[in-house]
Nanobody, 127 residues
Framework: QVQLVESGGGSVQAGGSLRLSCAAS????????MGWFRQAPGKAREVVAR???????TYQSSVKGRFATSKDNAKNILYLQMNSLKPEDTAMYYC?????????????????????WGQGTQVTVSS
């Protein structure tokens, strides 16, 4: 079972930047795919970015060009660099590390009842 600990959230003004980190431990594999998700109050959890096993990345259209995800394989830490933040980016951010992320669509993955989410890290962007 993988354990995930997110950190790096905070409160910033619109246009600011934050870098989130996700430390993965436990049963991890280089075959895992990873991703960042977020959930705003009263809204469903949604995908933000995905890191595929070949190193390729995909992003939600609303964050494309502003956010970038990367991984330090030696430390097993996933990062999310967030630039030009907007108030609509305000949410709790979660990471995921799961072999199922290599094949499932984001919508399907979010329906799995046993996703090992971390505690999340709060990002608040004020206008």
């Amino acid at each position: 079972q993988v354990q995930l600990v997110e950190s790096g959230g905070g409160s910033v003004q619109a246009g600011g930047s934050l870098r989130l980190s996700c430390a993965a431990s436990g049963t991890t594999s280089s075959r895992y795919c990873m991703g960042w998700f977020r959930q705003a109050p009263g809204k469903a959890r949604e995908v933000v970015a995905r890191l595929w096993s070949d190193g390729d990345t995909t992003y939600q259209s609303s964050v494309k060009g502003r956010f970038a995800t990367s991984k330090d394989n030696a430390k097993n830490i996933l990062y999310l660099q967030m630039n030009s933040l907007k108030p609509e980016d305000t949410a709790m951010y979660y990471c995921a590390a799961d072999i199922r992320l290599c094949s499932a669509t984001s919508d399907l993955y979010l329906q799995f009842p046993d996703v090992p989410w971390g505690q999340g890290t709060q990002v608040t962007v004020s206008s």
